[in-house]
């Protein structure tokens, strides 16, 4: 089998991270009050799937994708919920989400206002949001739009906030592939088991695509990644995004120049998202902090725990 070419396996990559994608009764429309069960809520006219972990100050936390869901983050984020109720959501299409959407209904606004709408669900005036990766756009997004309700945001490993830095770091991410790696893909690529979506396939090919994005590859055996049997269907839906004037070319620089709330930006010595892009942001706010894990990859939270939870921590107490 021939190599892939670097052209190749760079459009891969970027089509797989756009694709990167016990239920209770819906809340009636209208209704407010603290989602105490986890499952479906209708929030937003439709049916996100919500879960609370843990006591004490809320933050809300965004995952990252395009179309994975918060489920990636667990276990390791447990760590902060002795002193935190940490807030969880699956972006619409995702997860455990509702399907019953169509390609009006994936929007970056309708993710920015689902954000919105999940703070009011769970009663907070204004809330301590965290964002990772794909998820720190949308809170950045957020941030630019709905600041005077956030009382601090948490960008880790961040989604660049210029689609020209985003595109550079798929670039990147693919150089960073193996060749080992990039073969194995190509093999998955050409079963019946990759076109069809079947789960346990698409967890070995986006396993072996986030290999790179670790400071060790073996850590990325420590990613949970969870795919349903109608990741299929979801793929696609989560695939309108790239419609997305707003997505397609962007730049936030100016906007984050109106971010009042204490800000924390997270970024790692071994990110395939340049340093260049955690400078920008930090330059462009005034109230930020910028803190750099070392050796450490594109999921601080598995490889450099040690130092990601401390300074979360260390920020969230000084805010209160």
């Known amino acids: 089998m021939s190599q892939p070419t670097r052209r190749t396996r760079t459009a891969l990559l970027g089509a797989a991270v756009l694709l990167l994608c016990a239920d209770a009764l819906p809340q009636p429309p209208g209704e407010k009050g603290p989602l105490v069960v986890d499952g479906l809520r209708l929030i937003n006219g439709t049916q996100l799937y919500c879960q609370s972990i843990g006591t004490g100050v809320p933050l809300v936390i965004i995952h990252g994708g395009p179309g994975l869901d918060h489920s990636y983050l667990l276990p390791q984020m447990e760590q902060l919920a002795d002193s935190y109720e940490l807030i969880f959501f699956d972006q619409r299409g995702c997860g455990k989400s ?7 209904d994936m929007t970056l606004d309708a993710l920015v206002e689902d954000i919105d709408r999940v703070r009011d669900a769970y009663n907070l005036n ?28 948490i960008l880790v490993n961040s989604s660049p906030p210029t689609s020209a830095l985003r595109d550079s770091s798929f670039k990147s991410m693919a150089q960073r592939m193996s060749t080992e790696d990039s073969l194995a893909q ?57 419609k997305d004037p707003q997505l397609r070319t962007y730049d936030l620089t100016g906007t984050l120049e109106t971010i009042t709330c204490p800000v924390l930006i997270i970024g790692s010595d071994d990110d395939p998202v340049p340093p260049a892009s955690n400078e920008l942001i930090h330059s462009h706010i005034k109230d930020s902090k910028y803190v750099v894990m070392k050796n450490c990859g594109h999921f601080p939270f598995i490889e ?17």
């Open 186 to 242: 190509a093999a998955i690529m050409q079963t019946a088991e990759f076109r069809q979506r079947e789960p346990q396939t698409m967890e070995k090919f986006f396993r072996l695509l986030f290999k790179g994005s670790f400071y060790n590859p073996i850590r990325a055996n420590e990613l949970t990644l969870s795919f349903g049997p109608d990741y299929a269907a979801r793929s696609k839906l989560v695939g309108y995004l790239a």
């Open 98 to 104: 509702t399907i019953r959407l169509d390609s009006t």
């Open 304 to 320: 450099a725990p040690g130092q990601f939870f401390p300074a979360v921590r260390t920020f969230l107490e000084r805010i209160r």
């Open 126 to 153: 204004t809330m301590n949001l965290m964002g990772h990766s794909w998820g720190g756009l949308l809170a950045m997004f957020y941030a630019a739009k709905h600041g005077d309700r956030l009382n601090s945001l």
